[in-house]
């Protein structure tokens, strides 16, 4: 997600959001991986994201989910502090 913002912002994930299938927890335990990790190198479930306007999101998953699309309110965009990291984990 990182790549995908502008150079200021961060993404916030709410983790508890969507579901993150099994195995992502497996290789986590069997590979002693740190959640930041976990989330910088692979998906967890999320196949796709789709970065929107706030006033927009309701009518993107609308419009996803009339299409046969499952669809999950990951997170949100907010402006950085600092030298925070780019990519966030509620």
């Known amino acids: 997600m990182p790549r995908i913002l502008p150079e ?37 479930g999320i196949g796709m994201a789709l970065v929107v306007a706030a006033k927009d999101a309701d009518a993107a998953i609308r419009v996803l989910s009339n299409a046969g699309e499952t669809v999950f309110r990951i997170g949100r965009i907010e402006a950085r502090k600092g030298a925070e990291p780019q990519a966030a984990v509620a």
């Open 8 to 44: 200021r912002t961060r993404a916030v994930l709410e983790q508890a959001s969507w579901p993150r299938p099994a195995v992502f927890e497996w290789l986590q335990r069997e590979g002693k991986i740190a959640e930041g990790e976990m989330h910088r190198v692979f998906n967890c």
